[in-house]
């Protein structure tokens, strides 16, 4: 039995139409090497989607691979939960300076979706804690994705098919996306009217990534920052998808020159390694839980693989590459290159409606004459078949390459992607 029905007897994959997973050619990886990903058969693929956004260094880096074999020599898993384990201190200690939060606490968990889970209950639970009524709601985006759990589908902005799940959202305030020029204008007066009942507002700073990668400026994240301190509102960062570098710096907030209450991090935080997520709370946020043993201001929530020893050892071994290596000064220099190729290549094209870039977090907007087509889908398609890997959103096709992705490994993702265009839709 081949590959692909083997997996079809028993995978149930996410995002997936099962009935057409083996139809859209699925890649089977076995191995990879670099930023190749290779297949069952030998065939070889250039990750340019960082294996949906988490790899930032490349597969089987050396020094990755000895931090987790080295953590395995002494253990691989203990509980957070009342004990502590020395890779979760280590890797807490070295994100501490380096996150959008100051002073930061943080919790563990194991995906993005359950870092801003956490993020939404302590928000919550802080008002609780300290006895202020009706801030029990949140301000969330247009177009905004946090995930997939119920709390943190509450917040995104539908769609993906998740309509279905509409009854089993709670409400929240909702302003536009960044899709609307004056969205922080609109975040802001929602903010002004409505800060007695909002517990937090939640942004993904600066790119809307699975919304197609819609990008902000930095003054107007700036803005709506400076209007929850004044309203004293909480501000969530959710830096899963922006976070370690992907948009030239370690953190999209940086660029907006604020702090955030609380932070989720997560895709990116291990290179790509292990699954490993964290919420980051400020000191304010912290304190209000702080009270008598088994009192009720103790933050009851936790996760089992909460602050796993391979998971951290791995996380920190990569904060260290990130500085050693100097990638955040790479991805600025592959940012305004990939910026370049896509001006001269991408953007002149008819079936091109816009090319939106943060480093390097780009989407290709194609502009299919009308709908049922699947240009997306099928541009992506002809990507891979040239040794391409590469997924769309819709009929944004998304590059998201590893930080690591050399100069002539992204004029190869440019020139395919030119021909896939090429032949998908003009052809
Ligand atoms: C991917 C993503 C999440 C969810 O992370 P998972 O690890 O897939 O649960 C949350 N927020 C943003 C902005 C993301 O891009």
């Known amino acids: 039995m081949s590959w692909v029905a083997r997996d079809e007897a028993v995978v149930w994959h996410g995002f997936t139409q099962m009935s057409c997973f083996a139809e859209n050619a699925p890649v089977i990886v076995e191995r990879a090497e670099g930023r190749e990903l290779i297949d069952v058969e030998g065939r070889r693929y250039l990750d340019a989607i960082s294996s949906l956004w988490v790899n930032t260094l490349g597969h089987r880096v050396p020094e990755l691979?000895?931090?987790?074999?080295?953590?395995?020599?002494?253990?691989?898993?203990?509980?957070?939960?009342?004990?502590?384990?020395?890779?979760?201190?280590?890797?807490?200690?070295?994100?501490?300076?380096?996150?959008?939060?100051?002073?930061?606490?943080?919790?563990?968990?194991?995906?993005?979706?359950?870092?801003?889970?956490?993020?939404?209950?302590?928000?919550?639970?802080?008002?609780?804690?300290q006895g202020v009524r009706g801030r029990t709601t949140y301000?969330?985006?247009?177009?905004?994705?946090?995930?997939?759990?119920?709390?943190?589908?509450?917040?995104?902005?539908?769609?993906?098919?998740?309509?279905?799940?509409?009854?089993?959202?709670?409400?929240?305030?909702?302003?536009?996306?960044y899709d609307d020029p004056s969205w922080a204008d609109t975040a802001v007066s929602l903010i002004e009217e409505h800060a007695p009942e909002l517990a937090a507002v939640v942004l993904e700073p600066l790119v809307q990534g699975a919304a197609g990668i819609l990008v902000t400026d930095p003054e107007s994240v700036r803005r709506v920052a400076q209007a929850c301190h004044?309203?004293?509102?909480?501000?969530?960062?959710?830096?899963?998808?922006?976070?370690?570098?992907?948009?030239?710096?370690?953190?999209?907030?940086?660029?907006?020159?604020?702090?955030?209450?609380?932070?989720?991090?997560?895709?990116?935080?291990?290179?790509?390694?292990?699954?490993?997520?964290?919420?980051?709370?400020?000191?304010?946020?912290?304190?209000?839980?702080?009270?008598?043993?088994?009192?009720?201001?103790?933050?009851?929530?936790g996760h089992s693989y909460s602050g796993n020893a391979l998971a951290c050892a791995v996380a920190r071994r990569h904060l260290e590459l990130m500085d050693e290596w100097e990638v955040i000064a790479g991805v600025r220099e592959r940012a305004a290159l990939l910026a370049e190729l896509l001006r001269e290549r991408i953007t002149p094209l008819p079936a091109v409606r816009e090319v939106r870039q943060r480093g390097l977090m780009v989407g290709v907007e194609l502009a299919p004459p009308e709908d049922g087509l699947r240009w997306g889908r099928r541009t992506c398609a002809a990507a891979v078949d040239r040794g391409v890997l590469l997924r769309p959103l819709g009929d944004v096709v998304v590059l998201m390459p590893i930080l690591t992705t050399t100069p002539d490994e992204l004029r190869r993702i440019v020139d395919v992607l030119a021909e896939a265009i090429d032949v998908v839709c003009t052809g």
Not at 144 to 168: E, K, N, R
Not at 244 to 253: C, E, Q, V
């Open 139 to 177: 301000l969330a985006l247009g177009q905004a994705y946090h995930g997939d759990t119920v709390g943190s589908i509450s917040l995104g902005a539908g769609g993906f098919g998740t309509d279905v799940f509409d009854p089993l959202r709670f409400p929240v305030r909702r302003s536009p996306g």
């Open 230 to 301: 004044r309203a004293d509102v909480l501000l969530i960062v959710d830096e899963v998808a922006t976070g370690f570098g992907r948009t030239g710096s370690l953190f999209a907030t940086e660029q907006c020159g604020v702090r955030a209450d609380l932070a989720c991090m997560g895709k990116g935080i291990t290179g790509g390694y292990l699954p490993l997520s964290a919420t980051a709370a400020s000191p304010r946020v912290y304190e209000a839980f702080l009270g008598p043993d088994l009192g009720e201001r103790t933050f009851y929530h």
């Open 65 to 129: 691979d000895r931090a987790v074999r080295e953590q395995l020599d002494r253990v691989a898993h203990s509980t957070l939960l009342g004990n502590g384990n020395r890779a979760a201190i280590e890797l807490a200690e070295a994100l501490a300076p380096r996150v959008p939060v100051e002073d930061p606490h943080f919790l563990f968990a194991s995906d993005g979706a359950a870092a801003v889970e956490q993020a939404l209950k302590i928000a919550f639970q802080f008002w609780a804690n």
